[in-house]
């Protein structure tokens, strides 16, 4: 008995470890320093928020696509989404309020985001926008 379940449940478990291999396979090819700034997105909590390289964003909105496009602002102005724009939306985000959002972004400190995490996270959100 113990032998037959067993011989029932390896192709069951083989075909779980492929999907699972399908699923964790990058969709895109992220630089060592981008790998940092996904890693900080993470230990800060903007994951959470903007979700990843695969999308899922459940407050913010999501970041894949967006580097170099124009963002409007609800003042209506357009600025562009480069290093300026993410470096004051992480430590002064109510000064550029997307349009349309109602909700506010928590700023960041250096004491919770280091100039270095910051530098990673830009290069990582870089490697997420639209690539030319
Ligand atoms: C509690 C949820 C939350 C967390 C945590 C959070 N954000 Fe945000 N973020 C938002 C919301 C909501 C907006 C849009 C409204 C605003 O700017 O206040 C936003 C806007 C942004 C924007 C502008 C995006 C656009 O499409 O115009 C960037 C860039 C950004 N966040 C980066 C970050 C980074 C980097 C971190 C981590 C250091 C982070 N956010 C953490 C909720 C969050």
Same mark, same amino acid.
């Given at each position: ?5 067993v011989a029932?449940?390896?192709?069951l ?10 699923d ?6 992220? +630089?060592?320093e ?9 230990r800060?909590?903007?994951?959470g928020?903007?979700g ?6 459940? @407050? ?23 290093e ?25 400190s250096?004491?919770?985001? +280091? ?6 996270? @830009? ?7 639209? +690539? +030319?």
């Open positions: 008995m113990v032998v037959a379940r029932l449940a390896a192709p478990l083989a075909g779980a470890v492929a999907a699972c291999g399908a964790a396979a990058p969709s895109r090819q992220l +630089s060592v981008a790998q940092k700034g996904e890693a900080v997105a993470r800060a909590g903007c994951a928020c903007h990843g390289a695969d999308g899922g964003a459940t @407050i913010g909105p999501s970041w894949v696509g967006l580097w170099g496009t124009g963002v409007t602002l609800d003042d209506g102005t357009v600025v562009e989404f480069d300026q724009f993410v470096r004051t939306a992480v430590r002064d985000p109510d000064a550029q309020r997307p349009e349309g959002t109602w909700l506010h972004m928590p700023a960041f250096e004491r919770q985001v +280091s100039e270095a995490d910051l530098q990673a996270l @830009i290069v990582y959100l870089r490697e997420l926008g639209p +690539s +030319s």
